[in-house]
């Protein structure tokens, strides 16, 4: 847990015992009213879980595996140089038959 989420956990705690009106809770985590509200109700609902974001611990959408960053980046130095980023992809592509977003087709369709 982030220092952040921990303050954070201390204020809701405390919001919800009765101890701290809104306002100071909102203060405290600089928030609307509204924002602590909504996450005082959460964390009612759901508990501790309600502080950890969504996305927390996954990959994004636009991750490279390393074996892929590295091979393009040695090509990158010898073969493939001069070529664009969008020509490299072609070129990963073609010839080794990845794509480095994991997508099998670049169109928009």
Same mark, same amino acid.
């Given at each position: 847990?982030?220092? !952040?989420?921990?303050?954070?956990? @201390?204020?809701? *705690?405390? &919001?919800?015992? =009765?101890?701290?009106?809104?306002?100071?809770?909102?203060?405290?985590?600089?928030?609307?009213?509204?924002?602590?509200?909504?996450? !005082?109700?959460?964390?009612?609902? @759901?508990?501790? *879980?309600? &502080?950890?974001? =969504?996305?927390?611990?996954?990959?994004?959408?636009?991750?490279?595996?390393?074996?892929?960053?590295?091979?393009?980046?040695?090509?990158?130095?010898?073969?493939?140089?001069?070529?664009?980023?969008?020509?490299?992809?072609?070129?990963?592509?073609?010839?080794?038959?990845?794509?480095?977003?994991?997508?099998?087709?670049?169109?928009?369709?």
């Amino acid at each position: 847990m982030s220092l !952040k989420q921990a303050r954070k956990l @201390v204020v809701l *705690e405390r &919001l919800c015992e =009765g101890r701290i009106s809104n306002r100071e809770a909102a203060s405290y985590l600089n928030l609307s009213i509204r924002q602590t509200q909504r996450a !005082k109700s959460r964390f009612r609902e @759901v508990g501790v *879980e309600s &502080l950890i974001h =969504g996305n927390t611990g996954g990959k994004p959408p636009n991750y490279v595996a390393e074996h892929i960053r590295d091979f393009v980046a040695q090509q990158a130095m010898t073969q493939w140089k001069g070529a664009s980023s969008s020509h490299m992809s072609e070129l990963l592509l073609e010839e080794k038959g990845l794509s480095p977003f994991g997508k099998d087709d670049y169109s928009d369709s």
